[in-house]
């Protein structure tokens, strides 16, 4: 077995591990990277579409683009290694860690390293997850598996999709087949609300004469052997009117309906997990419950944009370089979730510096306010727009200090009203 | 296609047409497998529960009650012999009242008639001492510690994998529609047109057992599909619980049971819902509360959040309840081998035996084989060896290190392993490797599995389906379709972005 020792390893080649990848081996440290495809870049590979790197680098980037930099940055630098189809199958935590990395090439390698960087991303909900009825065939794909098949293999997975669920992928995915001649008879949404940007409502459906059916729901699929049709039905009030609904026939569904973090190797490693997010519970420093597994990226929540996965990791790598340096601050108090809100990442704050946080409305609402207190004390409040789940919002607070000086525990609480 | 006339032929390669093939493989006779579907064990035997059952539920006077008593133990030596996955976790039978433990003590008395070891009777500390996720109100019950689990697909591959080692043939995709009695043997007409020849002609056909009857011209039965509609959870599931978990039956099924895996998941169901479509496999909305509900008065904390995926299979229900295995009384050399639901699978082993007597009371001369091998090579699987384990074996076989189901652990070598044994469709590769079983359901992994099949086996990917017939996966190419125009294009609205 090959065994090595290096300062950290990073568990995912995709946005989050090579932002934070990049930013370790920065201040001096070495990494190695395990990436179980043979190319970085993760899921941005096969996001072929523009709208990457607006807020980050103001451009106007496609997936691969946008990844290209970070694997241009991770491969200036010498202390990265980067073990690809290696796949992290086992772990053993510790005062050090152990990970060992499964390839074909290499055999099993053994990995020992003091900080641990979580970042596999998420997986996509599947009909089991949503549970539609109905026959079993083939041709019912996740819309990133169809994506996947169409841009990188080549492969059309048949002739007349519906797509379940109006998240941006579906709504990608809805432009993506008509333009290799699939015909896209309508896209599916249980919420009387789009979950995707209006910007791709209007590129991706309307510009192609695409149906979006708001308050519906696919309640059966048919065919024997591939589908040859669904049950559309409507919701009034939530309540499913059977009597309203109407079968459209096609050949393939699409299902775009949500994404869950993939945190089986953080399980093993014993990382307590927040039901909410799906990810790790995480202090100030997006350190798990485990001293020095850390975690960013969609693998502790799921991200709208993908700019927003470079900044959390390279927060989190800065963290992990304090913990290299035995400098790693303890001292956090807690945050939770109040009126309105599905769940507040980190699940921490520093009460003497910046913190930046990340939420999701559990509502629908314009003209709202973010209301952040401190043990019922109002800290700050911010306006908002317009708010809803699909949307993440993101907020800094400046030091919380000098009320924490007080000694004990105290409790911010982030409401939107 | 062989002139010659085979010794036996079996219809119908689900686990009762298997674990017979595989008996018959040990004598000096020429067996050939009859399957209308794409593989084996795709019929009603895919979708068992999986339960090898503790002996308790029947009298020996029902052959079924004999058959499953003398299954039962036959387990442990077949699973040394064929490696499938299997585990004697135990049975819990839980009450809820004082009635239903008066139902529980007649099943203790039913066991021990039958000569079930271990069986015991348990108060509200012991059972729960026995499985702490119990409803706190279960006030007693029945442990069968030698009850257990088994994956019922993979136990059908490998009884497949074992009789074939040994000379017997299979067929699939051979629809069985008229057997010709011609004095000597049999001329079986397959729907595609193809013919073959047998002296003796086994019934195992599962649901069409009662139309495999009538193309014989033997007698007329009616089967009737009695559906049970299931699902999967998560391995992670809080409610997982460490025996199967039966509540005290109703008058027509066992009711709704929490069953362990062998391979760590569970499953929660069956319903029991009689039908008339032999092919109508859909699942409903409606069960589903009752399904959970039944399942959480049993363990509080299983969870609809744990779901990967639903599925439902057809129970061959016959008149009477009873399995009808016989040497026929119009066709003497036909074995009716019908109504075979549960404890068919737990059976199994046992009907096998009761057919090879069969046979040899309908005239066929059986001579064991001198060179009968009863092992097949264990396929090794990443999942459960050690980082150092796997290392050594990587050094030999490289493909274990490529790692192409993440939920599962399932490598390269296992797929092809797989596909090498003849399962080519992407539903036999899950159900002999687990890939696309776990929680992403074939997210990550078909697509890579599609392209070690292409690489295999040299088929086109339009080729590949999900279970043989009109399933495929994959249509066209792209460039292969003609773009439709979209319609003119609306006001844009730019100045978002639209990546995600």
């Known amino acids: 077995?090959?065994?090595?020792?290096?300062?950290?390893?990073?568990?995912?080649?995709?946005?989050?591990?090579?932002?934070?990848?990049?930013?370790?081996?920065?201040?001096?440290?070495?990494?190695?990277?395990?990436?179980?495809?043979?190319?970085?870049?993760?899921?941005?590979?096969?996001?072929?579409?523009?709208?990457?790197?607006?807020?980050?680098?103001?451009?106007?980037?496609?997936?691969?683009?946008?990844?290209?930099?970070?694997?241009?940055?991770?491969?200036?630098?010498?202390?990265?290694?980067?073990?690809?189809?290696?796949?992290?199958?086992?772990?053993?935590?510790?005062?050090?860690?152990?990970?060992?990395?499964?390839?074909?090439?290499?055999?099993?390698?053994?990995?020992?390293?003091?900080?641990?960087?979580?970042?596999?991303?998420?997986?996509?909900?599947?009909?089991?997850?949503?549970?539609?009825?109905?026959?079993?065939?083939?041709?019912?794909?996740?819309?990133?598996?169809?994506?996947?098949?169409?841009?990188?293999?080549?492969?059309?997975?048949?002739?007349?999709?519906?797509?379940?669920?109006?998240?941006?992928?579906?709504?990608?995915?809805?432009?993506?087949?008509?333009?290799?001649?699939?015909?896209?008879?309508?896209?599916?949404?249980?919420?009387?609300?789009?979950?995707?940007?209006?910007?791709?409502?209007?590129?991706?459906?309307?510009?192609?004469?695409?149906?979006?059916?708001?308050?519906?729901?696919?309640?059966?699929?048919?065919?024997?052997?591939?589908?040859?049709?669904?049950?559309?039905?409507?919701?009034?009030?939530?309540?499913?009117?059977?009597?309203?609904s109407f079968d459209l026939d096609c050949d393939t569904i699409l299902l775009s309906v949500g994404l869950i973090p993939d945190n089986e190797l953080s399980r093993k490693f014993g990382v307590r997990l927040n039901p909410e997010t799906g990810g790790a519970f995480v202090d100030a420093g997006l350190m798990s419950s485990i001293p020095g597994v850390f975690a960013c990226g969609n693998v502790l929540h799921v991200h709208d944009l993908v700019d927003y996965v470079s900044e959390e990791s390279e927060r989190c790598a800065s963290f992990v370089i304090q913990y290299l340096k035995g400098e790693y601050h303890r001292q956090h108090h807690p945050v939770t979730a109040g009126a309105n809100v599905k769940y507040v990442i980190p699940n921490k704050y520093l009460p003497d510096t910046t913190n930046r946080f990340y939420l999701r409305s559990l509502i629908v609402k314009n003209k709202a306010e973010l209301v952040v207190t401190l043990d019922g004390e109002p800290m700050k409040r911010k306006k908002l727009s317009h708010v809803q789940p699909s949307e993440m919002v993101s907020f800094s607070l400046d030091a919380v200090s000098p009320r924490t000086s007080e000694p004990g525990e105290k409790r911010l609480e982030v409401s939107i009203v | 296609m062989k002139n010659e006339v085979y010794d036996v032929a079996i219809v119908g390669a689900g686990v009762v047409g298997a674990a017979i093939a595989r008996k018959l493989s040990s004598y000096a006779c020429s067996t050939v497998v009859l399957e209308k579907e794409w593989d084996v064990s795709f019929g009603v035997s895919k979708t068992n529960s999986g339960i090898v059952h503790g002996g308790f539920h029947y009298p020996t006077s029902l052959l079924k009650g004999r058959l499953e008593v003398a299954g039962t133990i036959m387990f442990d030596r077949l699973q040394q012999e064929l490696h499938f996955p299997f585990q004697r976790c135990g049975i819990l039978v839980v009450a809820f009242t004082v009635e239903e433990m008066k139902t529980v003590e007649r099943m203790y008395r039913q066991g021990v008639e039958n000569r079930i070891i271990g069986l015991e009777l348990c108060n509200r500390e012991r059972i729960h001492t026995l499985e702490p996720k119990l409803n706190a109100d279960v006030v007693g019950g029945l442990h069968a510690p030698s009850g257990g689990v088994i994956e019922p697909y993979r136990f059908v591959f490998s009884l497949i994998e074992s009789a074939r080692k040994n000379g017997v043939e299979l067929q699939?995709?051979?629809?069985?529609?008229?057997?010709?009695?011609?004095?000597?043997?049999?001329?079986?007409?397959?729907?595609?047109?193809?013919?073959?020849?047998?002296?003796?002609?086994?019934?195992?056909?599962?649901?069409?057992?009662?139309?495999?009857?009538?193309?014989?011209?033997?007698?007329?039965?009616?089967?009737?599909?009695?559906?049970?509609?299931?699902?999967?959870?998560?391995?992670?599931?809080?409610?997982?619980?460490?025996?199967?978990?039966?509540?005290?039956?109703?008058?027509?099924?066992?009711?709704?049971?929490?069953?362990?895996?062998?391979?760590?998941?569970?499953?929660?169901?069956?319903?029991?819902?009689?039908?008339?479509?032999?092919?109508?496999?859909?699942?409903?909305?409606?069960?589903f509360e009752r399904i959970f509900h039944s399942a959480r008065r049993l363990i509080p904390k299983i969870s609809e959040r744990d779901i990967i995926t639903a599925f439902a299979g057809l129970r061959p229900a016959l008149e009477g309840g009873d399995f009808y295995i016989a040497v026929s009384e119009k066709q003497p050399r036909l074995i009716q081998v019908a109504g075979i639901q549960s404890p068919g699978l737990t059976a199994a082993p046992a009907i096998a035996e009761h057919v090879k007597d069969l046979l040899k009371i309908a005239g066929l001369v059986l001579t064991e084989r001198a060179d009968y091998d009863p092992l097949i090579p264990e396929v090794p699987r990443i999942r459960r060896l050690s980082p150092y384990e796997a290392d050594t074996l990587l050094q030999k076989e490289p493909a274990y290190g490529e790692i192409v189901c993440r939920c599962e652990s399932v490598s390269e070598a296992e797929i092809v392993a797989a596909i090498r044994r003849g399962h080519t469709t992407m539903d036999s590769i899950k159900f002999y490797t687990r890939a696309q079983m776990g929680r992403c359901q074939g997210g990550f992994c078909s697509y890579k599995i599609m392209k070690i099949l292409q690489r295999e086996t040299g088929m086109s990917i339009e080729e590949i389906t999900k279970r043989g017939g009109k399933s495929r996966l994959i249509t066209d190419r792209v460039g292969d379709l003609t773009v439709q125009t979209p319609t003119p294009p609306a006001q844009d609205q730019s100045g978002q972005e639209s990546g995600k």
């Not at chain 1, 909900?125 to 169809?146: D, E, H, K, Q």
């Not at chain 1, 589908?227 to 009597?243: F, H, I, K, N």
């Not at chain 2, 195992?204 to 009695?226: K, M, N, W």
Request: charged share 25%; proline share 4%.
């Open chain 1, 1 to 244: 077995m090959r065994e090595k020792r290096t300062d950290a390893v990073v568990i995912g080649g995709g946005s989050a591990g090579l932002a934070a990848a990049s930013r370790i081996a920065a201040a001096g440290y070495s990494v190695t990277v395990l990436e179980r495809e043979n190319e970085l870049g993760g899921i941005l590979n096969q996001c072929i579409h523009n709208g990457f790197g607006l807020q980050r680098f103001k451009e106007d980037l496609s997936g691969p683009e946008y990844a290209e930099r970070f694997i241009d940055s991770v491969g200036k630098q010498d202390n990265v290694e980067v073990l690809l189809e290696t796949t992290a199958l086992e772990v053993s935590p510790g005062a050090v860690h152990t990970v060992y990395g499964y390839s074909r090439q290499g055999g099993v390698s053994r990995i020992d390293a003091r900080a641990i960087v979580l970042a596999m991303g998420c997986r996509e909900r599947n009909r089991g997850n949503i549970g539609i009825p109905g026959t079993r065939p083939s041709g019912v794909f996740t819309a990133g598996l169809a994506q996947r098949l169409i841009n990188i293999d080549g492969y059309i997975p048949g002739r007349r999709a519906v797509i379940l669920g109006s998240g941006d992928i579906g709504l990608i995915m809805a432009r993506r087949c008509t333009w290799v001649g699939m015909e896209v008879l309508a896209v599916i949404e249980i919420q009387s609300y789009p979950s995707g940007l209006t910007r791709n409502i209007v590129q991706c459906l309307n510009d192609f004469g695409i149906p979006l059916y708001l308050s519906h729901t696919v309640s059966a699929i048919h065919g024997k052997d591939r589908v040859s049709g669904v049950t559309v039905t409507p919701l009034e009030e939530d309540r499913s009117m059977g009597a309203k």
């Open chain 2, 172 to 287: 699939t995709r051979f629809k069985v529609i008229k057997a010709q009695d011609e004095d000597d043997y049999f001329v079986i007409h397959a729907e595609d047109g193809r013919r073959l020849q047998a002296r003796y002609l086994i019934n195992a056909a599962g649901l069409y057992a009662d139309e495999v009857s009538a193309a014989c011209e033997a007698e007329r039965f009616h089967i009737t599909p009695r559906k049970g509609q299931e699902f999967l959870l998560d391995r992670n599931a809080a409610g997982l619980p460490g025996k199967v978990i039966f509540p005290v039956p109703a008058s027509n099924s066992k009711g709704i049971l929490v069953i362990p895996t062998p391979e760590g998941t569970c499953m929660v169901g069956p319903t029991a819902v009689e039908q008339e479509d032999k092919e109508d496999l859909s699942t409903t909305r409606d069960n």
